[in-house]
């Protein structure tokens, strides 16, 4: 078993490599805990916590990472529920490395209805001048 010396304050601590491996994990699993929470609070269906926050615990920190990038467009794309899928589920298959295709808004549809009567126009523009 290794030993490391670390200076504390004034006072010279031992602390063995296997006890700091554990406060390493202990520390990045309360970390992983907090982050969890975010993302309860962000996925918004709120049935099947327990089982949920197991599979977000087994993620890596890049997974979790993909997973909090998306996960507001994923409940855009979702806003009726019982459509969504559970959280556990969404997070043992992956899901958040899926396409998600988010409802446009209704500012969005109108922009994209003018842009099309604007190319029309253009088209036609072009058609009489040559």
Known sequence: MEQIDLFLGDSLHEITSDSL??????YLMSKKQLMFNDFWILYDKKVA??????AFL??????????????RDYVASTPDEKFRCHAATWLNQKRFIDEIIVPKTKEQQQDDEFKKV???RLNKYHESNE
């Open 118 to 120: 604007l190319q029309s």
């Open 58 to 71: 087994k993620l890596t920190f890049k997974e979790i990472e993909q997973a909090m990038f998306v996960v």
């Open 21 to 26: 491996h554990a406060r390493t994990k202990n």
């Open 49 to 54: 916590k327990f089982p949920a926050r197991k």
